[in-house]
């Protein structure tokens, strides 16, 4: 069975950074696009950045220049480093992976979610 565990949410202060990590977990034969997306109280799920097997990624234009997304293919492991933090940014933040593991193939997983509060 595959696991997205999720890990470095917290509070923090306008104008500080943390770094979120997802580890994928299980009999996993590979991993395609990874991702982390977020949800606000009372809003819908977002996307905040996703990067492909070789590196290439894509952000929100609410998160460009702050957020960094990386990834460790070694380790099926993807990161968001969040900088310049905003109380905007507030939210339960999920990954997300497109992976292909034993029985089922190719599908899409989440994480169970951590949180990430902003005070001003």
């Known amino acids: 069975q595959v696991q ?6 917290g509070l923090v202060q ?4 943390l770094r979120l990590s997802c580890a994928a977990s299980g009999i996993i ?3 395609n696009d990874m991702g982390w997306y977020r949800q606000a109280p009372g809003k819908q799920r977002e996307l905040v950045a996703t990067i492909t097997r070789g590196g290439t990624t ?9 957020f960094a997304i990386s ?19 507030t939210g339960v933040y ?23 509060t902003v005070s001003s």
């Open 29 to 31: 034969f590979s991993i």
């Open 58 to 66: 894509n952000y929100a234009d609410s998160v460009k220049g702050r």
């Open 94 to 116: 999920y990954c997300n992976a497109d992976l292909n593991t034993v029985g089922i193939g190719w599908y899409r997983d989440w994480g169970q979610g951590t949180q990430v």
């Open 71 to 89: 990834r460790d293919n070694a380790k099926n492991t993807v990161y968001l480093q969040m900088n310049s933090l905003k109380p905007e940014d």
């Open 14 to 17: 306008a104008g500080g950074s």
């Open 4 to 9: 997205l565990v999720e890990s470095g949410g």
